[in-house]
């Protein structure tokens, strides 16, 4: 029987330090609603895509870090999105910063249904960076400091006509994550990124070695695991720091079949 589900990657461009919650929810809405004009069924938001990329600020006391994360979701801040994703009939992929009731944080994506009904949750398993200050770096990247390992595996959902799979940023570059994935049958792989263009650690790698290792690791996740991935950056220079673009869809022999060629909010559909 054949099948045919439209997605959109709905990149993100820069959201600074200062924007607030309801104001990037109205850009992620926005760009929800181009895809649903678009005739898509699934819209793939990225990494923390409610925030800028906070884990490059230094806190001593890690609960001054907690205004960025979310305590409930949909919450009131990002109802009008599970709303309108609800009335256009579109689902989505959502990745946040997640503050359990008992206390833990976790870099999360959730899947939402057409309905509007959360029906899936993943908690980022390889957190990159490190858990103190540290001074030889170029920038700080203290994912190790503000979130725990995701606690859930990666499982995949039958929803939407399809077997989708989730992950998140670093997740890609580990050949488990598809593996994993892959082993369940799974038919279309979301991850949402976050990468500096620079590398903090050796600043003079060429951003085409970084982009190139983006695609590699997503087209190889793609046609070894016979899956579609959707891999969705947040973009553009935040406070100085630059994160690179090219959001896309790839198919299961690993051919990119649609590229973002902006560092803006910008929806290209498969
Ligand atoms: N947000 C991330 O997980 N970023 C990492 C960077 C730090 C290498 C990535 O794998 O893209």
Not at 139 to 150: A, C, D, M, S, V
């Amino acid at each position: 029987m054949s099948r045919q589900i439209r997605v959109a990657a709905a990149q993100s461009g820069p959201i600074q330090k200062d924007e607030p919650r309801q104001s990037v929810v109205a850009r992620l809405t926005a760009m929800l609603d181009q895809a649903a004009d678009a005739g898509a069924d699934l819209v793939v938001f990225t990494e923390l895509a409610l925030t800028t990329f906070f884990p490059r600020y230094y806190a001593e006391d890690r609960a001054e870090m907690d205004d960025w994360f979310e305590r409930e979701m949909p919450n009131a801040a990002t109802r009008p999105l599970f709303e309108r994703a609800a009335e256009r009939g579109v689902g989505f992929y959502l990745g946040y910063a997640e503050l359990t009731p008992e206390g833990q944080h976790f870099n999360t994506s959730i899947l939402v249904d057409k309905q509007g009904t959360t029906v899936g949750k993943y908690r980022k398993v390889h957190l990159p960076g490190h858990a103190e200050h540290d001074p030889e770096r170029a920038f700080q990247h203290l994912e190790k400091r503000y979130f725990l390992p995701g606690d859930l595996g990666f499982p995949v959902w039958r929803t939407m006509g399809g077997v989708m799979g989730m992950c998140i940023c670093n997740d890609r570059r580990w050949p488990e994550t598809f593996r994993v994935m892959g082993l369940q049958g799974v038919e279309l792989v979301m991850l949402g990124y976050n990468t500096p263009s620079v590398n903090s650690q050796k600043p003079g790698e060429a951003i085409e070695k970084r982009t190139f290792h983006n695609r590699l690791t997503l087209q190889a996740g793609a046609y070894q695991n016979a899956t579609f991935v959707v891999g969705v950056a947040k973009a553009g220079d935040e406070d100085g720091h630059h994160l690179f673009g090219e959001s896309c869809i790839v198919n299961p022999d690993g051919e990119i079949v649609a590229m973002a060629e902006t560092e803006a909010d910008e929806v290209v559909v498969a």
